[in-house]
């Protein structure tokens, strides 16, 4: 089992950076394919960002050319690097495996507004 507890949320105003952290439990980590997701308010949850036990990383479209994931397999993290942020980026994240194989976490929520 794994369990995930993401931080490092908050507000910023639009063109503001932030970065994501997320640590995970279990031994096993470092196998799997990790996943930064995002849940806007009335909207579906969507991956925008992944990053492969090797460290080969893809993002959404949305995300791209701003976002950047990357893991550190020793400690058991995943980060999220975002900059240019957006109103249009307001949103719960969770990291998870991909697929999302385990339960979520409580997420860690992130409001651009100026």
């Known amino acids: 089992q794994v369990q995930f507890v993401e931080s490092g949320g908050g507000l910023v105003q639009p063109g503001g950076s932030l970065r994501l952290s997320c640590a995970a439990s279990g031994r096993l980590f470092s196998a799997y394919a990790m996943g930064w997701y995002r849940q806007a308010p009335g909207k579906q949850r969507e991956l925008v960002a992944t990053?492969?036990?090797?460290?080969?990383?893809n993002y959404a479209d949305s995300v791209k050319g701003r976002f950047t994931i990357s893991r550190d397999n020793a400690k058991n993290t995943v980060a999220l690097q975002m900059n240019s942020l957006q109103p249009e980026d307001t949103a719960v994240y969770y990291c998870n495996t991909k697929p999302s194989l385990y339960a979520w976490g409580q997420g860690t929520l992130v409001t651009v507004s100026s």
């Open positions: 990053i492969t036990s090797g460290g080969i990383t």
